[in-house]
């Protein structure tokens, strides 16, 4: 057993947190997600430059990691600046697309990586809520050719993608594991519409709608769930981690503002009461550490074991997300209401996180289910 | 004990609903149900049509144009407001200012101003807290230096809610240093057009404007604007606190929430259910409609015995507690309903004339916002950890 | 509406409160609970002559009261004084038999009101955990009689009973609401036998073997449940005011020792972080309070007003119970953990009362079932 | 990082289970998976097999009989030992007393005290809290007054956890009324024989006899009884707080507990399933499970950390109030689990011997009184309220 993060992790934790403090601010925040864009493709490219596209995938995708150790360092550090360019699409769709096909992948991989392509899995769905077998976009093959009609909701990064990755079905029931398969989507194809927006925590999104839209196979036919929900997989432990970041700062402004606002004569930190319940969001915050632990160890593990970790990690982002949240803004008081003071988006952040790729109640059945 | 309403109160009830229902307009009961942003018209008509009823300002003496409502009645006015999307009246001017004038203001005051709230004449909003004084509202600074006639009014008031609608201020001010400081502070309304007042909009973090700060450099306020003595500011405001209690413990608003909560439960899909037959779902809206019924009757309970006479006591901090807790619970079970279309936020959908296709069910879009917006609930007119404080004293003798 | 006691029900709480103050202190009440029967003849006779149990019935059954109001305030002052004599079993028998019989019943009531018989209600099996349809205690009919095979658990008050109310099945499955009767036996029948015992927190219960024991039907044969729900729904009321009782006793004693226990060379209730627990409990308290007045005020109401307000009721007893006994525990630290201190043994009740009639989470799912 | 094992710590970990397999005695397993009550003798039988192995204080010194077992081994040893029912060693004079007396006592100490309580000579007891001095111990008033070469002590100890079994007590004592409270307390060991030393049995609200108050009158100790300086015993005892900390979060303890009552919830019936299928108790069971699961982790880093020369530090505040508060919850769903079987209690039933069919399942009875004695975990050794101050002044600088 082994707790601490090898050299090039370090090396790698240690460049993105300079980076991100130098280039980062909150108010840069703002700035980028209230471009048209609603990110920055400047700091896009600077990322890539950086490795940092590239330290989520493994050396045989063309990038130079990939295990859960690089996407926890990433991702927490993305979660302390509230990072908004499209991390979370670019790891979904690219672990996706990195084992749905070998070499087309390998192409198209290496220009995500550089930072020149944008990549997006339209999977999830209206009537989905949060599982991942239910697919009702169905794609008939027409002469060789596959041709998609459905509804894709919600898609990260739907709206900017160069390359669409596409789950539809071509065979089973709406909700059945078996007969998923992925397509290559061209963004610019007739019958492809969008409707483009942001999250109400400063994402951006869009609903895709297809009719009668040509897709190209990729990986196995009828066989893509498996892919998916490891994609998911990592997903999951990605945004669990931005949470841990997230909390880390929502805490530690807390605290710091307990120290600095006086009411009654003294400090805010001086009443016990609010030191006890900080202490308790401190706790919560180690133990969702422990949990992020747990699932990227596991990450290479069984699928069962790796399920099992991710759901119990993304139950508790949910729950101690919440409760950070809650406090962080409860004990700032009415500035922590405020746009201009940065608590409150971490806290927006963090409540949203819970739905993103399955919410607290959905990851404690599946757990449950798993744990049978 | 009784549960039962009497024929009296069910009669009452049925004119609240048949009123609501044919004098509410449509397109404000729309905007209101769907979580959009009411103009400063809308409020205008609707507390136009309740004062042509003479239900504006029920609790009101009736001299000055109340309703003599018991606690029983206001409660279920309340109630079934909210349940059929009415904008709720503007408290400022009607519940917080009023009843102070009404006890403590001069003859010409009462004359002046009361039929001005209640036509609409004047909107009034609240300057209480400041910058350094929130919790702590006794330390407030902004200062009304006597010069003649008038005051010169100097300072900085926050958070103050619609002041970009209102025409004029109530604010403590600072008139003396001298002693404990809530014995130097004073009650006194100010023009918000009077040179020198500046309203800078605050943006919330869901990214509305509705509050305010507001800015005094030498404002002349003519010594007739002062309610009841100078140094006595403290003493009125906290009558206030123990005067109007039917909203604070939110029943009426949560009921009305619950239902429309439970209506999306039944809409939305888990696993080829209704979401409302998911079993930690149900539980979560279980344990929070429990709560509801409980906290109903503890709300009653407070209010009739406030209404037979009894000393007002510290009860409403237990409602302030209890009910934004269950309040800001249905707003969580909410965003959690609506599972992956919490997420897309369209600000010009909540305008009023936007006619594009919702992202989602109609009923998404303002549901995170407003959630984070109703995190203030917890925080304004005395924290929750005021509250328990105020228990502390009060209730539990520590 | 009226949240106000009548005369004659303040009349009957004075009564019984100072009866209680002066003749059932917490010594009292060990010195009863560890006699051999585990409570007292004396008391009992006592409260039968002051009217209590009386205050259970109706008139119409012979007492004088029974409603809602009724039960509310005697039970309310038992659970302050941790009262170990046979109310609940009372209560729930006599329910059930004033309803199941014309008038055998009233001759019986009589004389458990009068205080020269005890009644029990052996209806809970080992199958059953909390369901009131599942009996799988056989009754068949031979030449008129019946008889009686199977295994009651846990029968409050079952071990000192002069007449057992035995519930058992006539017809259906082991699950069904129908197919349910009522029979008297008599406690020195031959095959009956009993395990009595004491419960962790000191009242008197037992099991109950039956093999094939003499019954005479009471009420309409098949029919019972019915009764048995509503006798339940009676004593749910009861056990709820009992805990709501207990709920203020742990806190008014958690409040004292607050203001005479010194740490750090303060009173521990200058501590901000206990205050404010402890406001949270009050406010509790108060809902429970109302719940309670809600299941009261519900009693004579349709079927599912009445059980879906005793399920809330319930629940909430569980839940705040829990918190209560916790609480009162904790800030008494060491002390809290005597025998000879008073505040655990309330604690203890507090907990223990989540096993009668249906735990927390039995009438979570039931209210969610009763809402449908 | 990995969470994997390494082969040498498999190998342990086998090691270990075969150990436990062969010689743990099974009279004392049973009772002790039962919840019944062991007896001095069973314990110091136990304790007699341990030490055999040389596995009875591994973390002392290699010179005074320790083992040199890494974090993850002590962690590993922990969690088996639990599992398969063996008793918990005797901390008192093990994991407290020992490494006060190996770091600040004197060679004649050590070669004295320390192989008496590895061969079971003396059973060592606490004997720190005090009627007035419980969460603020530094206010400890039982007093040593050096006349010669004896003290004479006067005073009171309570909670003297099983000293009614104890050979010696190792006392906090006040040797000086000089400086902050702190600074005039010794550190002295007692001999429980010596006249005037009288234990008086705390009785728990569970009914058991496990605690005691130990009573000094006049009792006379020699000089050399006094463990490092005079007045230093505040730093000595402090320093076992952060010295000992595989236990504190309790992770072996509720690993094994857990897995007892899954079996339980798969052998309950609800409503025709098994209760580990109710979605409630599921969803119970499972948050404490992620809890734990977590903890474990949360156990790991920390006890790794500080066997790698990190300072110690407060981080085992958090283990023990999080620690405690899913010990407890195990419980609290044990309770739960056996529904009205939980009420009766035949305190007989703990007692070995005791030969009846027990009321409801074999494993019922012990549940409910063990909940309530365990109450104990979050009060004693720092209550979660004095591990949240520690927090908050080290972790939060407030």
Redesign the interface.
């Known amino acids: 057993m082994d707790f601490k993060l090898n050299d090039d992790r370090r090396m790698l934790s240690e460049t993105l947190d300079r980076f991100l403090r130098d280039n980062y601010t909150i108010d840069k925040r703002h700035e980028f997600a209230a471009s048209p864009e609603g990110w920055s493709r400047k700091m896009w490219q600077d990322f890539a430059d950086l490795g940092i596209i590239g330290a989520l995938f493994s050396e045989e995708q063309g990038g130079f990691g990939g295990d859960g150790d690089d996407i926890m360092v990433v991702f927490e550090a993305l979660g302390r600046a509230l990072v908004v360019e499209p991390f979370l699409p670019t790891l979904l769709a690219g672990s996706v697309l990195a084992e749905a096909t070998g070499e087309a992948a390998a192409l198209h991989l290496e220009d995500v990586i550089s930072g020149s392509k944008l990549l997006a899995l339209a999977h999830g769905e209206p009537g989905a809520r949060y599982t991942l077998e239910h697919v009702e976009t169905k794609a008939s093959e027409d002469g060789g050719t596959y041709r998609l009609t459905g509804y894709k909701s919600v898609v990260l990064g739907g709206g900017d993608a160069n390359i669409l990755v596409v789950s539809a079905r071509t065979s089973g029931a709406m909700d059945e594991e078996n007969g998923i398969s992925l397509f290559l989507v061209d963004p610019k194809a007739a019958g492809l519409s969008f409707r483009p927006f942001g999250t109400v925590d400063g994402y951006a999104a869009a609903e895709i709608i297809l009719d009668n839209v040509e897709g190209e196979l990729i990986g196995k036919k009828d066989a893509a769930y498996p892919l998916v929900e490891a994609a998911y997989a990592r997903a999951i432990l990605a945004v669990c981690c931005e949470a841990l970041g997230a909390m880390e700062v929502a805490k530690d402004l807390t605290v710091e503002y307990m120290k600095t606002r006086k009411q009654f004569g003294v400090i805010i930190g001086k009443f016990q009461a609010l030191q006890h319940r900080m202490a308790d969001v401190l706790i919560e915050i180690e133990q969702m550490r422990s949990a992020v632990i747990n699932a990227s160890g596991n990450l290479n593990s069984t699928r069962k074991k790796r399920e099992w970790y991710a759901s119990a990690a993304k139950h508790m982002a949910g729950t101690i997300g919440r409760q950070v949240a809650e406090e962080a803004i409860q004990i700032h008081g009415g500035m922590g209401m405020t746009w201009e003071y940065p608590v409150g988006h971490f806290s927006k952040r963090l409540v949203m996180v819970d739905h993103l790729f399955g919410d607290t109640d959905h990851h404690l059945a599946r757990f449950i289910e798993l744990g049978e | ?6 024929e009296e ?1 069910k009669a009452f009830q049925s004119e609240v609903k048949e009123f609501l229902e044919t004098k509410l307009p449509g397109r404000i009961r729309d905007k209101v149900l769907l979580g959009k942003n009411l103009t400063r018209e809308d409020i205008v008509e609707w507390q136009g049509i309740l004062n042509k009823k003479g239900w504006l300002a029920p609790n009101w003496p009736e001299k000055y144009g109340g309703a003599k409502w018991t606690a ?1 009645q206001n409660h279920l006015f309340d109630e079934a407001s909210w349940q059929a999307g009415a904008p709720r009246t503007i408290p400022f001017g009607l519940n917080m200012l009023a009843p102070v004038l009404i006890k403590f203001g001069s003859e010409d005051q009462k004359q002046h101003y009361l039929p001005r709230i209640l036509d609409g004449t004047d909107w009034w909003c609240q300057g209480y ?1 400041e910058p ?1 004084a ?3 509202l006794a ?1 407030l600074k902004t200062s009304a230096v006597r010069d003649g006639d008038h005051y010169v009014v100097n300072g900085q008031k ?2 103050t809610t619609l002041g970009h609608y209102a025409d004029w201020i109530f604010c403590l001010v600072r008139t003396s240093s001298e002693g404990k400081p809530q014995e130097g502070i004073s009650f006194l309304l100010i023009d918000m057009k009077t040179p020198g007042v500046t309203v800078r909009p ?6 509305c404007h509705e509050v305010n700060e507001v800015f005094f450099d030498n404002v002349k306020v003519p010594v007739a604007n002062l309610v009841g003595e100078e140094n006595m500011g403290w003493t009125y405001a906290k009558y206030l606190l123990t005067h109007e209690r039917t909203g604070t413990a939110n029943v009426g608003n949560s009921t009305a929430a619950l239902a429309r909560l439970k209506a999306i439960a039944r809409q ?5 259910k209704p ?13 929070v ?3 509801l ?6 709300n ?2 407070i209010l ?2 406030a209404d037979s006479g009894a000393a007002a006591g510290p009860e409403s901090s ?1 409602l302030k ?2 009910g934004t807790i269950v309040r800001l619970e249905i707003n ?1 079970l909410a ?2 309903a609506i ?8 600000s010009e959908a909540l305008e009023e004339g936007y006619n594009e296709q919702p ?2 069910p109609v009923y998404a879009n303002a549901i ?2 407003e ?2 917006n109703h ?2 609930m ?3 007119a005395g ?3 005021i ?3 105020i ?2 004293k009060t ?4």
């Open positions: 004990m009784n549960l039962e309403l009497s109160d029983v807290s350094g929130g919790s702590d330390s926050t958070w605050i943006i919330l973090l869901d990214g939305q899909m888990s696993k080829g979401l409302s037959r998911d079993p930690y779902f149900a539980a979560r809206l279980a344990k409609e429990m709560e019924e409980a906290l109903k009757t503890t009653l309970r009739v015995e237990m507690v209890k969580d965003r959690r599972g992956t279309y919490a997420l897309p936020f369209v992202i989602g995170a916002s959630h984070f995190r203030k917890a925080i304004y924290s929750n950890e509250q328990r404080g228990l502390t209730k539990l003798g520590l």
